[in-house]
């Protein structure tokens, strides 16, 4: 009887591996260049704008920034390059600063205290997951990656 116990025990874990698991949806960033880069995320968190920042990100590596189903369609990063300057930035105004953060609303970031700065644009096309690639060349770019035939490269950064 306790071979049996003992063998039923040992065989849970297995099969729970074994057994189908749902697919992950979630918002993440794979930095593809040679530095490492600081993230910050803008969204519409319900009826209200949010940014979060600073996610640390290796070089060739990725981080998953929000895990879960995706509930809107457009997100905004802004990405700085730590080891050798520059960023990869937009025209989407958002607040930040330069410590961790999470900040509610996009108005009068000065105002508030805060940094004013450009993110670009993200569309996920209404996806449930979703991953931007950050890459460089010559000249860094940003660019959607998931699903194939995302949007074209986003300009480089401005150095």
Not at 73 to 88: C, P, S, T
């Amino acid at each position: 009887m306790t071979r049996v116990l003992l063998a039923a025990v040992l065989a849970v874990p297995v099969l729970a591996a074994l057994m189908p698991q749902p697919a992950a949806a979630d918002f993440r960033l794979c930095n593809r260049s040679s530095s490492r880069v600081g993230i910050a995320l803008g969204y519409k968190d319900g009826n209200a704008w949010s940014t979060e920042g600073w996610w640390n990100i290796a070089a060739n590596s990725c981080e998953t920034l929000l895990r879960g189903d995706l509930v809107a369609r457009f997100y905004y990063v802004y990405a700085i390059d730590y080891d050798l300057g520059g960023e990869w930035a937009g025209k989407a105004f958002m607040c930040t600063r330069e410590k961790e953060f999470t900040i509610r609303g996009i108005q009068d970031c000065l105002a508030r205290g805060f940094d004013r700065t450009g993110f670009f644009e993200v569309d996920t096309h209404e996806q449930k997951s979703w991953t931007v690639q950050l890459t460089e060349s010559k000249t860094s770019q940003a660019e959607a990656a998931l699903p194939p035939g995302g949007p074209p490269p986003l300009p480089p950064p401005r150095p």
